[in-house]
C-alpha cells in the first residue's frame, strides 16, 4: 500500500516516512499541497498525512479535492498547532483524523494502522457484494459534491436508521428521499410525504396519527393518519422544521415506541415505519432559540445528508438541462432543440439563489420562448436572469472579481436605475460580506467565538465564509 505524506518540514517527511515503511508500506513525499494533489491523482494512493500549514495553502482546503481523488484514499490531517475548530471541519469533510504532531510515533502508527485496516476491510467487502446501481430517478448530475451526497444514499438505504436532509430551497430534497425509499429493502412499501409547513395546527394531530368516528365536531368516520399508513414504507417528513413544538414531543415518542394511537381510541397501534425528513432551516439555531426539541434532533439526524446548492455544483447545469430539456420536449411533441455555447454559458455564470428548482422554471421559460424554433440562445433565458449575469460581468471587468465598495447602481446617466430587486441583493450580499469580514476580524479569526457573537451555527458560518471567499487563517 501506498501512503502520501504532504509537509513542508523535511524532518517530519522522513520521520513519517519511516513509520510508513515499518508498516509494510511505500511513502511518497511531497513538500507543498500542489505537488501532493498531482501525487493523489494519479491514483494508487492509499492513505494520506497531509500537514495543515503548507507554503501554498492551509491543508484543510486540499482535502475535498484529496477526498475525490481516484483512489478515494484515508486522509490523516496532521498539524504542530492544534486547533478545535479545525479538527471539527476536517472530520466533517471526511478526514479520517486529526493528530498533533507532538503526538507520540506510537499513535501517529496506530492511527495509520487503523485507516489502513479500515480501507482493506472495506476493498475486501466490495469484492464480495455484487455491485448494484443506485436508482436516482430525477437526480442528474455526476459532480463530487453530487457524488459525495450519493454516497450516503446508498449507505442510508442499506440501514433502517432516521435520516435528516439538510438544504437550501430547491435543492431536490424529496427527490433524495425518494432515493433512499427506491434503494431500500421498503421500496416496494408506501412512501408517504407529509408536508409539516401545510399541516393545519387544529388538525395536526388528526391528519399524523389518525383519529375514532365521534373523536371530535365533524368526526363522522374513523380515520387512518399518515404515520399509520406508512406501515412497511416510508415515511417522508418534508420541512420539518415547520412542525408545532407541542407536536414535537408527540412525534418523538412515536419514534421510539413505533406505534400510534388516534385520536379518541384507548388502543396503541404497531407502526412500522422508516422515517426521512428534511429541512432548509438551522434545526441547531432553532434548538437554541427554543423552537425546536434537542432529543428530537438527535433522533432525526442518526444520518446526515446535506445537499450542495447548484452554484457549488455548475458542473451538473449541463447535464440537469439537456435532461430535462429532452423530456419536456418529447412531452410536447417537439423534436429536441439543440443549444448554442452562449445559452449554457449563462446558465453556469448565474448564482442560482432558487437553485435546481429556479434553473427548471429558467429552462422552461426558453421552451416557450423558442416554441418554433430548432435552436436555443441565451436570448431566450429570462431577462432578469440574463442581466444579472450581464451585470456581475461588467462589475467584474477583465480578470477581477466585483468590487465590493458599492452596490450596482447606473454605470452612466444613461442607464438609468437597476431592478430594485437586482439593487436589494446587491446591497445585502455587501452587508453580509462586510459583517462577516468584521466578524471574523474582532472575533480574532476565532470560529467559537464567531458562532457566539454571530448566533449562527458552525456550519452555516463556514458556508458564509466561503461563499464570501473569507478565510480563517
Avoid at 380515520?223 to 407536536?247: K, S
Avoid at 412500522?272 to 434545526?283: G, I, K, P, Q, S
Avoid at 452587508?431 to 479569526?445: H, I, K, P, Q, V
Wanted: proline residues 5%; contains cysteine.
Amino acid at each position: 500500500m501506498r501512503v502520501l505524506i504532504i509537509d513542508d518540514d523535511e524532518h517530519m517527511r522522513h520521520a513519517l516516512g519511516r513509520t510508513v515503511r515499518r508498516l509494510g508500506c511505500e511513502p511518497v513525499m511531497a513538500g507543498m499541497g500542489g505537488e501532493g494533489l498531482q501525487h493523489a491523482e494519479k491514483g494508487d494512493i492509499d492513505a494520506v498525512f497531509l500537514d495543515v500549514r503548507l507554503p501554498d495553502g492551509n491543508g484543510l482546503s486540499f482535502l475535498p479535492r484529496l477526498a475525490e481523488a481516484p483512489s478515494r484514499p484515508e486522509v490523516i490531517i496532521i498539524t504542530g498547532a492544534g486547533d478545535p475548530d479545525g479538527a471539527e471541519l476536517a472530520i466533517t469533510n471526511g478526514a479520517w483524523d486529526y493528530i498533533e504532531k507532538t503526538a507520540s510515533i506510537q499513535d501517529i502508527t496506530l492511527t495509520l494502522r487503523r485507516a489502513l485496516d479500515f480501507r482493506r476491510e472495506r476493498m475486501e467487502s466490495r469484492k464480495d457484494c455484487p455491485v448494484r446501481a443506485l436508482r436516482r430517478k430525477g437526480i442528474v448530475g455526476d459532480s463530487p459534491a453530487l457524488m459525495r451526497c450519493l454516497d450516503l444514499v446508498a449507505q442510508s438505504a442499506q440501514t433502517r436508521a432516521n435520516v435528516l436532509i439538510c438544504g437550501e430551497t430547491g435543492t431536490g430534497k424529496e427527490l433524495f428521499a425518494r432515493a433512499i425509499h427506491e434503494n431500500s429493502m421498503r421500496s416496494d412499501g408506501p412512501f408517504v410525504v407529509v408536508d409539516c409547513a401545510g399541516l393545519p395546527e387544529n388538525l395536526v394531530e388528526s391528519i399524523l396519527f389518525g383519529h375514532s368516528k365521534g373523536s371530535f365536531t365533524g368526526a363522522e368516520k374513523d380515520r387512518t393518519g399518515l404515520v399509520q399508513r406508512a406501515h412497511g414504507g416510508t415515511l417522508f417528513l418534508d420541512e420539518v422544521g415547520e412542525l408545532p413544538l407541542l407536536m414535537q414531543k408527540s412525534f418523538l415518542r412515536v419514534l421510539q415506541e413505533r406505534t400510534v394511537r388516534p385520536l379518541g381510541s384507548a388502543e396503541e397501534v404497531p407502526c412500522d415505519f422508516r422515517l426521512v425528513a428534511a429541512t432548509n432551516r438551522d434545526l441547531e439555531a432553532m434548538v437554541q432559540a427554543g423552537e425546536f426539541r434537542n432529543d428530537l434532533l438527535f433522533r432525526l439526524r442518526s444520518i446526515l445528508i446535506d445537499l450542495p446548492p447548484l452554484r457549488e455544483r455548475k458542473d451538473d447545469i449541463p447535464a440537469i438541462s439537456n435532461n430535462y430539456l429532452d423530456r419536456e420536449c418529447a412531452r410536447a411533441g417537439m423534436d429536441r432543440k439543440g443549444c448554442y455555447a452562449d445559452f449554457f454559458d449563462v446558465l453556469t455564470h448565474y448564482s442560482w439563489p432558487g437553485n435546481v428548482r429556479e434553473l427548471l422554471h429558467a429552462l422552461d421559460h426558453a421552451l416557450a420562448a423558442a416554441i418554433t424554433e430548432p435552436y436555443l440562445f441565451a436570448r431566450h433565458l429570462p431577462p432578469a436572469l440574463r442581466a444579472k449575469v450581464a451585470r456581475a460581468r461588467v462589475a467584474a471587468g477583465p480578470g477581477s472579481t466585483p468590487p465590493q465598495a458599492s452596490p450596482p447602481m447606473a454605470e452612466n446617466a444613461g442607464a438609468g436605475l437597476p431592478l430594485l430587486q437586482d439593487y436589494r441583493e446587491a446591497v445585502l450580499q455587501q452587508a453580509e460580506s462586510g459583517y462577516l469580514r468584521r466578524l471574523m476580524a474582532e472575533s480574532g479569526n476565532c470560529v467559537r467565538k464567531a458562532v457566539s457573537t454571530s448566533g449562527l451555527s458552525q456550519s452555516r458560518l463556514y458556508a458564509l465564509l466561503k461563499k464570501h471567499n473569507i478565510t480563517t487563517s
